[in-house]
């Protein structure tokens, strides 16, 4: 299988979440194919909103950029892994520029009450239907609770629900800093596990979502850290032992 990896995180290679992505591929047998898109590094500007895509050029965009080299990975991608921490409840720009730039994949809608976004999601020369897409997000907050709301309706809207799989992440600072804790590496090793089922069935387990969704530590340990974290951040503090937040 040939697996796209979509960081879109401000930080590069550095992000948090790029450690829940990178754990969750290495459960992925070495036959698989992986590549790896740094949105960071692409020159990718944002959707004009000219319709061109789906008018004068059917399924191809009017905007010459990275983009163009990208939409190749796409199609070409068995598994697509999108991979950004939480920004204000929802995408990093960088990463939402690409989601819209990916409106050439969609037939055009001509008003049809009945025709959700989701449904609109099949372009005759350009099919993503038959991929399997992934969603690794993490946030800096305690739990999960509302935080990724809005985001997993975005999804719901834009690919229809049960048609993604996510792995969503609170505690996110914990990956990073807290790296060799024995909650932090037991954590990871669940999340290698679930690449390794999800390579062999396309799907996690119930019991599987059940462990990644809960808190890596206890709310009082985790308030801990965190204000210790940004204690260590303000001014004339020494740079030892900091929480680098990605």
């Not at 796209?4 to 590069?12: A, D």
């Not at 990208?70 to 991608?77: H, K, P, R, S, V």
């Not at 001509?110 to 449904?119: I, M």
Request: hydrophobic residues 35%.
């Amino acid at each position: 299988m040939k697996i796209l990896v979509i960081n879109g995180s401000p930080k590069g290679p550095d992000s948090n979440t790029m450690w829940l992505t990178n754990a969750f591929v290495s459960g992925f047998p070495k036959s698989a194919e992986i590549k790896t898109v740094t949105l960071r590094d692409k020159n990718i500007h944002p959707c004009m909103g000219c319709f061109s895509c789906w008018t004068r050029t059917p399924g191809h965009c009017a905007i010459s950029d990275d983009m163009q080299e990208i939409y190749q990975d796409l199609l070409e991608a068995d598994i697509i892994i999108e991979s950004f921490p939480l920004y204000f409840a929802g995408m990093p720009s960088r990463m939402r520029m690409l989601t819209e730039r990916c409106l050439l994949f969609t037939k055009r809608y001509e008003g049809s009450p009945e025709d959700t976004f989701h449904s609109i999601l099949e372009m005759e020369e350009h099919r993503l239907t038959d991929k399997r897409l992934v969603v690794i997000s993490s946030c800096g907050y305690v739990s999960m609770d509302t935080m990724f709301e809005a985001l997993l309706k975005e999804y719901d809207l834009i690919c229809g629900a049960g048609n993604y799989t996510s792995i969503l992440c609170a505690q996110g600072e914990l990956l990073q800093a807290g790296s060799r804790t024995r909650q932090v590496m037991n954590y990871l090793s669940e999340v290698k596990q679930a690449g390794k089922e999800f390579y062999e069935t396309g799907k996690l387990s119930g019991e599987r979502m059940q462990f990644l969704e809960r808190p890596m530590v206890s709310p009082g340990t985790f308030e801990v850290l965190i204000k210790r974290y940004w204690s260590e951040r303000m001014p004339g503090q020494p740079d030892s032992g900091r929480m680098e937040g990605k």
